[in-house]
């Protein structure tokens, strides 16, 4: 794949900060600090929360990166507050889930964190596909000077969602980063690949029938390895939270004998590791599929559980890849046509203008002339949001999910204690 272009070759050195919050994001970041020109000063931090990265996990997002081998620090937002007072960025990259970015722009725009005169470009990025564009997004992020997307598609839908909310900032263009270029396959390709995911399917029957058909395939097919790509171990925080982990629910298919340990292969670590000598990928929707289209690896993208924003496949529309487990069962994987590649992440490199954007932005924080966004969010849901989400970056992981665990409980008590008695 080809690479961001570089912006203007006479652009001055920057200090650039990238701050994540899970590993998908730390992976994002990452890549972004390469695609910038090399005489900057780049620096990555996590900040501490419920999702943060284990350290295994952060170590596998950034391996193929600049950032390999330096130490990358879990801070509180107090102490990424006072880093950024301290250091004083010229850009702060704030790629996090939504609540936290808008906590953290908040911060950095109003509260002490912000520097006297002048104050830093604020960027913030999604991890992968980012289709359909959503309110949502927007309402977190309306505080940013550049929010970075990765296909045309992606660009003209959140442009056009961001002119009807009143957003003031700029979108710009990115290609996905972390998407690995085209290599020779091998002659006999013998695996098959499943990417799992956190939130599709989401239920435990659908999962179930995922693994199934997997197993039933590698029954049939003795010649071909299939293998189930996990996130992350069961005991790893994720960007999003999984509630039926696939080795969980393959123990319990196991158990029960719905099927034979040992058919399927459970992995985790970098997904182009296992699509080195992949003959098909399978996916219900993930950003690994993109991957795999990059390397030239035949995809199905599973419609059995539904095709839409609730499944996240709707940006595969009209792509060809569409399949369902039958076709797994069968082998039967498609590439995607031509014209749904280049509007859908696989632009010319030519056309990314993020670092140009931001270049022109710095060049204007410079010389006071970059204003404030305002938020779109009313003030008292503004301060209730960042009262939650301060919460989960302030007090430690362990105490947030008790005080999630007590909330659930005293729901649940509520709801099946007996009415009082009318005097």
Not at 22 to 41: C, F, G, R, W
Not at 102 to 108: E, S
Not at 340 to 356: C, G, I, K, Q, T
Not at 373 to 402: K, N, T
Request: proline share 7%; hydrophobic share 40%.
């Amino acid at each position: 794949m080809a690479t961001d272009t570089h912006g203007p070759a006479h652009a001055a050195p920057l200090t650039v900060l990238a701050v994540a919050d899970s590993d998908s994001y730390v992976k994002l970041s990452a890549a972004m600090l390469d695609a910038l020109p090399e005489q900057h000063t780049v620096g990555l931090a996590v900040v501490r929360s419920p999702i943060a990265p284990s350290p295994a996990q952060t170590r596998a997002a950034v391996g193929a990166t600049n950032q390999s081998g330096r130490r990358i620090p879990v801070l509180t937002a107090s102490e990424l507050r006072r880093l950024i007072r301290r250091r004083r960025p010229d850009v702060v990259i704030l790629n996090c889930t939504g609540p936290v970015v808008n906590v953290l722009a908040h911060i950095l725009l109003n509260g002490r964190g912000r520097r006297r005169g002048r104050r830093p470009v604020l960027v913030s990025a999604l991890p992968g596909i980012s289709v359909p564009a959503t309110e949502k997004a927007w309402f977190h992020r309306s505080q940013v000077d550049l929010f970075v997307l990765h296909s045309h598609r992606e660009v003209a839908e959140f442009t056009a969602l961001g002119e009807k909310l009143g957003v003031t900032g700029e979108v710009g263009l990115a290609t996905l980063p972390f998407l690995p270029r085209p290599r020779r396959r091998p002659a006999r390709p013998h695996r098959v690949v499943f990417a799992a995911q956190a939130k599709v399917p989401g239920s435990r029957e659908d999962r179930e029938r995922v693994l199934v058909a997997l197993a039933e395939l590698a029954e049939d097919r003795p010649d071909l390895e299939v293998v189930v790509k996990l996130r992350g171990r069961e005991d790893e925080a994720q960007t999003h939270r999984e509630h039926h982990h696939y080795e969980a629910l393959w123990r319990d298919l196991v158990e029960k004998e719905r099927t034979r340990d040992h058919t399927l292969v459970f992995r985790t670590g970098a997904m182009v590791d296992q699509l080195e000598r992949t003959r098909g990928f399978v996916t219900v929707s993930s950003t690994a599929a993109l991957e795999a289209i990059a390397m030239g690896v035949p995809v199905a993208v599973l419609t059995d559980f539904g095709v839409g924003a609730e499944q996240i496949n709707t940006v595969f529309e009209a792509s060809g890849v569409f399949g369902t487990l039958d076709d797994v069962r069968s082998v039967r994987f498609r590439a995607p046509h031509p014209e749904w590649l280049e509007r859908n992440y696989f632009h010319p490199a030519s056309d990314n203008d993020w670092v140009d954007r931001l270049t022109a932005l710095v060049a204007r924080a410079s010389r006071g002339e970059l204003r404030a966004h305002p938020p779109l969010l009313d003030a008292s849901a503004q301060r209730r949001a960042r009262r939650r989400s301060l919460l989960r970056l302030s007090v430690p992981p362990r105490a947030v999910r008790g005080i999630g665990s007590a909330r659930r409980s005293l729901r649940a008590l509520r709801r099946t204690a007996p009415a009082s008695p009318v005097g």
